[in-house]
């Protein structure tokens, strides 16, 4: 299974918001009922007060172009949801 987190950013001042891809994550032997549990940990992860700012920080450096030279725009973003699929933290 693959994971691709969307969201809407405004890549370029004054012009509308656009959805981007801000993570991707593949997962060769996630199946079954196993990809629901990682998206279930993963919003866990994403809802704790530490990772939400985090999330937050990833997101308007993204915004304000820093990030954007990258392969990976939001590295703490792609981490949790690396984390999210290959750690059982249940």
Do not use: M
């Amino acid at each position: 299974h693959q994971l691709f987190l969307v969201t809407r950013v405004r890549a370029v001042p004054g012009e509308p918001e656009k959805h981007r891809c801000i993570a991707a994550f593949h997962h060769r032997w996630c199946y079954g009922k196993l990809p629901l549990l990682c998206v279930t940990r993963l919003k866990h992860l994403a809802a704790t007060k530490a990772n939400a700012a985090l999330i937050r920080r990833d997101l308007d450096r993204y915004r304000d172009g820093v990030k954007k030279s990258r392969k990976i725009p939001c590295p703490y973003t792609s981490f949790l949801a690396g984390t999210a699929f290959s750690v059982d933290i249940d």
